[in-house]
């Protein structure tokens, strides 16, 4: 096809083209994602199937949506979408795509599955995450459990960073920049699965997966590496009948998690992408916040040629937990300091100093604190691409001479002195949609409190309708249930969504029966799960 040509477009490109380019969302890679799996699969000779569960909430609120839209493709593609009742239950289902071929009864050589939720959710879901992984995947199944994560509580209760729960259940995890990438991580992140036994967790922020680009859709374009430096145990890593709880805890600490750590190694997931010639410092980044960095560069005007200049050599991590030692050492070699850039708690950062501690060569690492134990790279909060750019500055200007860099770092810390910036001289709250029946249900008669829970209902809280508090979702009325007790106040209303009652929320209400708290329950019918 010559450049001039035109070829026919269509909406559905981003799921059945497998050549070229497409535009599509994250989102939307994820629901090609399986599609893309089946046919590898079948390439290889193996006939698999696909199974997607989990449950809405930012940044995933649309994938459901997205995948109900799409049910009959998945379906000519051999790829169950079956919505969760809620997440651990979704999990749980996802756990027993991986147990089909046990009892010799299964109708596929294997099934690979796709779980999704929110924050809250991947919280909610610790034991059977824990009970899953322990447990591990078929050999052509796999598991990914994407992360919806909500650093700064745009659309949350909470602010949420979901990789140390994987960590805790001893999951691997990915963290992916842009659209491609989440689309690629999935294909390696299935592999991995396999692989290493493991599940495998894939970060999603509303900065990634709510992103739209143009995607290289060649099928043939990733190659999945198996390890030949890793030696599997005789009976493998992958799920059994009969197992017993300490065959799993030998089988994960001392080989599922090495695996990850081999695969990541194999496929080069953690990448150089600036050698930075003579290399003074090294900057270490990973997902969203490795978009900061860029952007970060970009403001400095220091792109790979001039860092090659400066000695500034930059390390992308695909896989911040557990991080692969060979790799990130081998970029450690010869610089005098490692910036760590990430956003919230640092994950990349202690792992980094931990294995410096014993090498022949140790930079200087800060990240979260600077040279002098200070505080560097906040965790409350996001990163703002400007304070990174005037961070890293500062140290290079330490190492080299550069007027213009200089100049840079100038403008950027008068952008950085809040003082300059205009004050906020109002304060707008959200309030409920015109026509939402919330306007008038959450109303309490004169004399009555409320409480709150989880929902667009929560917002009632600033309403001024006497309603205090609200609890994560699901366990409206518990707070009662602990207070009344103790309170002078004899009865309560409590809020509850349709959502979170099917959701979870029943069993709330099954407690504060149980309780014998007096308490007005009001399942707030709207026939929308909205937040
Ligand atoms: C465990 C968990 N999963 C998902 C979410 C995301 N989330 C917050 S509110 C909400 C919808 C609640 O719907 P509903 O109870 O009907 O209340 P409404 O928004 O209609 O007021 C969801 C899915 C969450 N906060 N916690
Ligand atoms: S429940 Fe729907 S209509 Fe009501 S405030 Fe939320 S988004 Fe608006």
């Known amino acids: 096809m010559s450049i001039m040509e035109k070829r026919s477009v269509s909406l559905d490109d981003k799921y059945t083209l497998r050549k070229g380019y497409a535009f599509m969302t994250g989102i939307q890679s994820l629901v090609r994602l399986p599609l893309v799996q089946r046919e590898l699969d079948q390439k290889a000779g193996l006939n698999t199937a696909g199974y997607i569960s989990g449950y809405r909430g930012s940044p995933l609120g649309g994938y459901d949506q997205q995948l109900e839209r799409n049910k009959k493709l998945l379906e000519e593609h051999h790829i169950k979408f079956q919505p969760g009742v809620n997440e651990d239950l979704a999990a749980t289902a996802l756990w027993g795509t991986q147990q089909a071929e046990l009892g010799g009864e299964g109708k596929y050589d294997g099934v690979f599955g796709i779980w999704y939720g929110k924050g809250p959710g991947v919280d909610r879901s610790g034991d059977v995450l824990r009970h899953a992984n322990y447990a591990g995947t078929s050999k052509f199944g796999g598991v990914l459990a994407l992360m919806g994560d909500d650093h700064t509580a745009e659309s949350s209760t909470v602010c949420n960073q979901s990789e140390f729960a994987m960590v805790d259940a001893l999951i691997p995890v990915l963290n992916p920049s842009g659209v491609e990438e989440i689309f690629d991580f999935g294909i390696f992140g299935l592999a991995l699965s396999r692989f290493s036994g493991c599940w495998v967790g894939l970060k999603c922020l509303h900065d990634t997966v709510e992103a739209t680009a143009s995607i290289n859709v060649d099928v043939e374009r990733i190659k999945v590496v198996i390890p030949n430096d890793f030696t599997l145990p005789e009976d493998g890593l992958n799920i059994r009948f009969p197992d017993t709880p300490h065959a799993q805890d030998k089988r994960i600490h001392e080989y599922k998690v090495d695996a990850a750590r081999a695969f990541c190694r194999s496929n080069k997931l953690d990448r150089t992408i600036w050698q930075g010639g003579i290399a003074k410092i090294g900057v270490v980044t990973v997902g969203k916040s490795y978009l900061d960095t860029r952007l970060a560069f970009d403001e400095l005007g220091i792109d790979e040629t001039k860092a090659e200049r400066l000695g500034v050599r930059l390390y992308k991590v695909a896989m ?44 200087q690492v800060i990240g979260k604190t600077d040279e002098t134990g200070e505080p560097l790279f906040r965790t409350a909060g996001a990163l703002d691409p400007n304070h990174i750019a005037a961070i890293i500055a ?63 209902h929560y917002m009632v809280q600033w309403m001024d309708r006497n309603t205090l508090g609200f609890t994560h979702m699901g366990a409206e009325g518990a707070n009662w249930v602990g207070q009344a007790p103790f309170s002078k106040r004899k009865h309560i209303f409590q809020n509850i969504g349709d959502g979170t009652y099917f959701h979870s929320g029943i069993m709330a209400i099954r407690a504060a029966v149980s309780s014998g708290i007096n308490i007005t329950y009001k399942i707030l019918f709207n026939d929308a799960v909205a937040m």
């Open 320 to 363: 911040p937990w557990p991080l692969e030692p060979e790799g990130i050492l081998e970029f450690a070699q010869g610089v005098d300091l490692i910036i760590v850039v990430e956003e919230k708690r640092a994950l990349i950062e202690p792992q980094i100093k931990e294995l410096l501690y014993g090498a022949s060569h140790r930079p």
């Open 394 to 456: 500062r140290r290079i200007l330490t190492f080299r001479v550069d007027e213009k860099l200089k100049d840079r770092l100038h403008e950027m810390e008068v952008r950085l002195d809040l003082s300059l910036l205009p004050q906020e001289s109002m304060v707008r709250l959200p309030y409920f949609c015109s026509g939402c029946p919330h306007n008038t249900s959450t109303v309490v008669p004169e004399g009555s409190i409320a409480m709150a829970g989880i929902g667009c």
